[in-house]
Antibody
Framework: EVQLAQSGAEVRKPGESLKISCKAS????????IGWVRQMPGKGLEWMTI????????RYSPSFQGQVTISADKSINTAYLQWGSLKASDTATYYC????????????????WGQGTLVTVSS | DIVVTQSPDSLAVSLGERATINCKSS????????????LAWYQQKPGQPPKLLIY???TRESGVPDRFSGSGSGTDFSLTISSLQAEDVAVYYC?????????FGQGTKVEIK
């Protein structure tokens, strides 16, 4: 059974750094794209970034390029999302998402979701 | 950059009646080499992560009730709930996976009238 177990809720001050995690199980981690989706309070889903753990190839939405960094540790089947300097506007729930695999190893639709990690940034 | 826009933003439907949500992409998401539309639909209930309903614009995910159906091609798509049930109250999102960034629609909130 595919599972994506995300790290717990975090509270940080503006300017602080943060790294949240998503531990995958139930499938071969290196052969599926995995990524992150933001949902600000009361708002819709925003596609952020995606990584292929097999070779660390990554893609970013222009809205998030330079603001966050995605990474993956193949040895422990875990994907990460990190911020160097948080802003109050980063307050949101962040979902880890696994993508179905299409021909040519490209990412398809999201077939599995983590439970979400609430990040609160407040002074 | 393909933008997807849903309509309406919200709708209220009586139990047992039909609900239809529209999704329009700024460019075609139909891939000519395989004649498939790279569009999915998700359902999100309060306090829960989204759940996959439909992929390839019209293929129902395993376990999804057959009252949910997807249609359309190219740039215009629809999600239809043929007979609305109380458990269908949720926000529904379309999502294009044709190109990066793989944007979501803004969401459509479905309520009971």
């Amino acid at each position: 059974e595919v599972q994506l177990a995300q790290s717990g809720a975090e509270v940080r001050k503006p300017g602080e750094s943060l790294k949240i995690s998503c531990k995958a199980s139930g499938y071969i981690f290196t052969t599926y794209w995995i990524g992150w989706v933001r949902q600000m309070p009361g708002k819709g889903l925003e596609w952020m970034t995606i990584i292929y753990p097999g070779n660390s190839d990554s893609r970013y939405s222009p809205s998030f390029q330079g603001q966050v960094t995605i990474s993956a540790d193949k040895s422990i089947n875990t994907a990460y999302l990190q911020w160097g300097s948080l802003k109050a506007s980063d307050t949101a729930t962040y979902y880890c998402a696994r993508y179905s695999l299409l021909e040519g190893h490209s990412a398809g639709w999201i077939d599995y979701w983590g439970q979400g990690t609430l990040v609160t940034v407040s002074s | 950059d393909i933008v997807v826009t849903q309509s309406p933003d919200s709708l209220a439907v009586s139990l047992g009646e039909r609900a239809t949500i529209n999704c329009k992409s700024s460019q075609s998401v139909l891939y000519s080499s395989n004649n498939k539309n790279y569009l999915a639909w998700y359902q999100q209930k309060p306090g829960q992560p989204p759940k996959l309903l439909i992929y390839w614009a019209s293929t129902r995910e395993s376990g999804v009730p057959d009252r949910f159906s997807g249609s359309g091609s190219g740039t215009d798509f629809s999600l239809t709930i043929s007979s609305l049930q109380a458990e269908d109250v949720a926000v529904y999102y379309c999502h294009q996976y044709y190109s990066t960034p793989r944007r979501f629609g803004q969401g459509t909130k479905v309520e009971i009238k």
